[in-house]
């Protein structure tokens, strides 16, 4: 099972571009990176998945490098709403179950004004 | 936007009483899923649920644990006998059937309190 390593915390100041980055050296060939925020006291919402390369949606993007052993995430301009823990998790992309997805403590960003 | 919804908010129960926590997975989703998360740790793996049966459970899913769907639209977790440890926050979520694998959509969570 792919393990995630990404940092416990991050500050930064409204308007910056925030950069998570989260290495995971064992990912197998059909697992799917995929990336969810938290508030507190909030179920995690999906941010946003990606396979190699870059995807982009309207909230954030990915950016994978070709050997997929890390991924990092682009928040453009923060705002102090963006206060959250992000979590990274690698896993098959055609289980039928999400059993093999591993949540790690995640990075608890905090955004300031 | 579709949303899972789960009820209670949040509930307060005596140890050794039997607790029911519902969710309404979003309409057109097939698989759906029970997490726990103990407050300052990580997201747990509980159940997966489809097709009316349980297709993979976790070692913390044992014999006091059991889910449901009895209507079609509601997905339920029992807690028969609660212990002081079931203390947490119950994520339901779902999923459609053609989407990702890894891309689920969580209700907003049932604080248990086992006192």
């Known amino acids: 099972l792919a393990k995630t390593t990404q940092p416990i915390s991050m500050d930064s100041y409204e308007g910056q571009e925030v950069n998570i980055t989260c290495s995971h050296n064992?990912?197998?060939?059909?697992?799917?990176i995929t990336w969810y925020q938290q508030f507190p006291s909030q179920g995690p919402r999906f941010i946003i998945q990606?396979?190699?390369?870059?995807v982009t949606n309207e909230v954030a993007s990915l950016f994978i490098p070709a050997d997929r052993k890390s991924s990092t995430l682009s928040l453009p301009r923060v705002s102090l709403s963006d206060t959250a823990v992000y979590y990274c998790?690698?896993?098959?992309?055609?289980?039928?179950?999400?059993?093999?997805?591993?949540w790690g403590l995640g990075t608890s960003l905090a955004v300031n004004p | 936007e579709p949303e899972v919804t789960q009820t209670p908010s949040h509930q307060v129960t005596q140890m050794g009483q039997e607790v029911i926590l519902r969710c309404v997975p979003i309409?057109?989703?097939?698989?759906f899923y029970w997490y726990r998360q103990i407050l300052g740790q990580k997201v747990e793996f509980l159940v997966s649920?489809?097709?009316?049966?349980?297709?993979?459970k976790s070692e913390i899913f044992d014999d006091q644990f059991s889910v449901e769907r009895p209507d079609g639209s509601n997905f339920t977790l029992k807690i028969r006998s609660t212990k002081l440890e079931d203390s947490a926050m119950y994520f339901c979520?779902?999923?459609?059937?053609?989407?990702?694998?890894?891309?689920?959509?969580f209700g907003a969570g049932s604080r248990l309190t086992v006192l």
């Open positions: 064992n990912i197998a060939t059909n697992d799917y």
């Open positions: 998790l690698v896993g098959p992309g055609n289980a039928g179950n999400n059993r093999k997805l591993i």
């Open positions: 309409s057109n989703h097939l698989y």
């Open positions: 649920f489809y097709n009316n049966e349980i297709s993979e």
């Open positions: 990606g396979y190699k390369t870059k």
């Open positions: 979520a779902s999923r459609e059937g053609t989407s990702g694998a890894n891309v689920l959509t």
